[in-house]
């Protein structure tokens, strides 16, 4: 070779090296005018044409160099090429026939991606293995060593793997990315978290990042953190949908400050989105479910009809307008929706759960029985189909079958976070035990199933009895031989804990025979005397409690407008008292409110002393007066709740208490008719 030559030579490899690939192929193809069989020339000319993606020409290149001088780095070049033309299974029988003559990292890190190509991830994982047996350092089969254990499942070797590749290049974007995931795969978000904030340090712009930093973070319990990665995800991408989704999401159920306002600022959040895109079906969904978790149905069906609008075939939009109806008492129109959501989504378990619902408050119970018993059979079977359809055995009072399903409660409320001993479950024995009770059920529940404390505590060696605040003073009076204690204090210790409602569970209890059905709650003595002195109660007229309203969310069908209760205090030779809590009562000269003389049921209970008759809805306060023996008309709804069993007149629960059920859904003036007749 001339000196012209080599420095033609030279410069043409430098220009190729700098990028200046129409340069060097110019003066490639000059040397090759001189020197056709130059077999380097060759191989660089097929490398640049690989480079370029023009493979077959490549090919073609190589293939003359490597019949000239058949060297294992141009043999393992022309694999390359037949790699990059698609010609796997050839590229692994050049890669092969190559490391036969030398054995280089380079080429068994092409030979795993050859393999790996063809679905062969085994040969792959070897060949990783082999070329980082050649060298250490070599970042990228240990990186693709990584992303093959994942492929096959293999997560520990993968994340030791991508931890390997942290140390070879420590500022390595894609390393982390990697890792999140498979921390995330083994439910170490902790990790997971690491990873990103790693990763978003080397590229603060990359919105992804701090999407997933938000979902870990919720997943462990950083609300705040959450909320704050939102929050940089929609300032770097504005028109990121999931973010405001999820972050009024989030913001709607935390637990801190007022529920009214938490829901106000979430409503704001998914606005802010709608404005953005108000097509996007997911944040209108969500949207839509946000109105009526307020009460502002108009505003949701309002929401699902542009749903409607977008996609006609939208099974969840139909779902939730089921909902809205039912909430409103619609419940034709609701089964109509569930048919249609069925119709388009059959595999939905959740619309069958609905459609027996709507059955259930249409009065079709057959029908609604049959579905639930349908679905606690399948594999997708939830738990809330479990205890609504216990709930339909109870109110049969088939108590086996009902509180065996009813115990699922424990399943979405974990009673371990709660006790220092072992959780009950139906096979074990309480028996000459220290018990700790924890009441995860309403206030009514409660109220209707202490009857059972004395009966336990026969059985155990001591009870320990935690429950909500306001009823700790008048079960610490009713039930001196049992240590009540309120949720928020450390219960002592003890040697098994129970749901409240899995005392009937537990003692085997008869519904046709209830206990205590004349009363077994005792009014503070001193409270009853006290209120009895107030000037409201210094009349001789018959003293009516009135209690209409309650938690709109729980209480759907039970509540009654305070218009049409009112017009009971038209008869002015009765004197009429709220026990209504937050109701902003207008007083008359025969309407008083007692609200300011409550705190806690201790207090409703010394009150309830002080009057002759009691007219509720279906509300925590009717067990009380109950449980106290006063006279009592309850009002119900035509689908009335299991604990009423079928009763239209007397409860076995209650020998005070007296019903008045609709006769049809949604009509109170009729019921409150026969109750001015009752009066």
């Not at 170490?188 to 870990?216: C, G, Q, R, T």
């Not at 004395?454 to 001591?462: A, G």
């Not at 008048?474 to 240590?483: L, R, T, W, Y």
């Not at 002393?609 to 709804?637: E, F």
Request: with cysteine; hydrophobic share 35%; glycine share 4%.
């Amino acid at each position: 070779m001339n000196s012209q030559y080599k420095e033609l030579t030279d410069k043409a490899v430098n220009c190729h090296q700098s990028g200046d690939i129409e340069t060097a192929l110019k003066l490639y193809a000059q040397l090759l005018s001189i020197n056709p069989d130059d077999a380097n020339v060759l191989n660089l000319t097929g490398l640049l044409m690989l480079s370029a993606g023009n493979a077959q020409e490549a090919i073609e290149y190589i293939t003359k160099a490597f019949i000239i001088n058949p060297t294992a780095q141009i043999q393992g070049n022309l694999g390359k090429a037949y790699y990059a033309a698609g010609m796997y299974e050839k590229a692994v029988k050049l890669f092969l026939e190559s490391l036969k003559l030398e054995e280089t990292d380079d080429i068994y890190y092409s030979l795993g991606l050859a393999y790996r190509k063809l679905g062969n991830i085994d040969s792959a994982i070897e060949a990783y293995k082999n070329a980082l047996e050649q060298n250490p350092g070599n970042f990228s089969s240990c990186y693709n060593l990584s992303l093959a254990y994942k492929n096959i499942g293999d997560i520990d070797n993968a994340i030791f793997y991508a931890e390997k590749c942290k140390i070879l290049k420590e500022d390595d974007e894609g390393v982390y990315a990697i890792l999140s995931g498979l921390y995330e795969a083994t439910g170490n978000y902790e990790e997971a978290v690491k990873a990103l904030k790693k990763a978003s340090s080397i590229n603060p712009d990359n919105y992804s990042y701090y999407y997933n930093m938000a979902i870990f973070s919720s997943e462990l319990g950083r609300t705040k953190d959450a909320i704050e990665y939102y929050f940089k995800v929609i300032s770097l991408n504005p028109e990121h949908i999931p973010s405001y989704v999820n972050l009024s999401n989030i913001t709607r159920k935390l637990k801190e400050g007022d529920e009214n306002e938490n829901k106000e600022m979430a409503l704001n959040i998914i606005l802010q989105g709608y404005s953005v895109n108000p097509k996007e079906e997911i944040l209108l969904l969500s949207l839509a479910q946000l109105y009526k978790d307020m009460y502002r149905n108009a505003e949701s069906i309002k929401i699902i009809n542009e749903i409607l609008t977008l996609n006609p075939n939208c099974d969840q939009a139909y779902s939730l307008m089921a909902i809205n109806c039912m909430d409103t008492g619609n419940y034709e129109e609701a089964l109509q929706c569930y048919d249609i959501a069925i119709k388009l989504n059959p595999n939905d378990i959740n619309f069958y759960h609905g459609r027996a619902i709507a059955l259930k408050y249409l009065g079709r119970e057959d029908e609604c029985r049959e579905i639930l018993e349908n679905i606690i059979n399948s594999a997708e079977v939830t738990n809330e189909s479990k205890i609504t359809l216990g709930m339909l055995y109870l109110q049969h009072k088939e108590l086996q079958k009902g509180m065996q399903l009813y115990h699922y409660r424990a399943d979405d409320f974990n009673l371990q976070n709660y006790t220092n001993g072992e959780v009950w479950e139906p096979d074990k024995n309480i028996e000459n035990k220290s018990v700790h009770i924890y009441t995860n059920c309403g206030l009514g529940d409660t109220v209707m199933c202490a009857r059972y404390l004395p009966y336990l505590n026969e059985k155990v060696k001591n009870i320990i009895f935690q429950t909500d605040e306001t009823l700790v003073a008048i079960m610490q009076e009713s039930f001196p031989n049992v240590n009540v204690i309120k949720k928020s204090v450390k219960p002592p210790l003890h040697d098994i804990s129970l749901q409240f409602m899995d005392i009937l569970l537990a003692l085997n209890v008869d519904l046709y025979n209830i206990p205590l059905s004349k009363g077994y709650l005792k009014a503070n003595e001193a409270a009853v005397k006290m209120f009895s002195s107030l000037p409201i109660f210094q009349n001789d007229k018959k003293k009516i409690g009135l209690y209409w309203q309650g938690n709109k969310n729980i209480f759907k069908n039970r509540s009654v407008n305070f218009d049409t209760i009112k017009q009971l205090t038209e008869n002015k030779n009765l004197n009429f008292y709220s026990f209504q809590l937050g109701f902003n009562l207008e007083e008359t000269d025969n309407l008083f409110d007692l609200s300011p003389h409550i705190k806690d049921y201790s207090d409703t209970a010394a009150l309830l002393k002080n009057i002759d008759t009691l007219i509720t809805i279906d509300s925590s306060i009717v067990h009380v007066a109950g449980a106290l023996g006063v006279k009592t008309y309850l009002l119900l709804p035509k689908t009335a709740e299991w604990r009423w069993f079928y009763d239209e007149k007397t409860t076995p629960w209650y020998d005070s208490v007296t019903i008045f059920k609709q006769k049809e859904s949604n009509n109170w003036v009729e019921v409150l008719d026969r109750v001015k007749k009752a009066l």
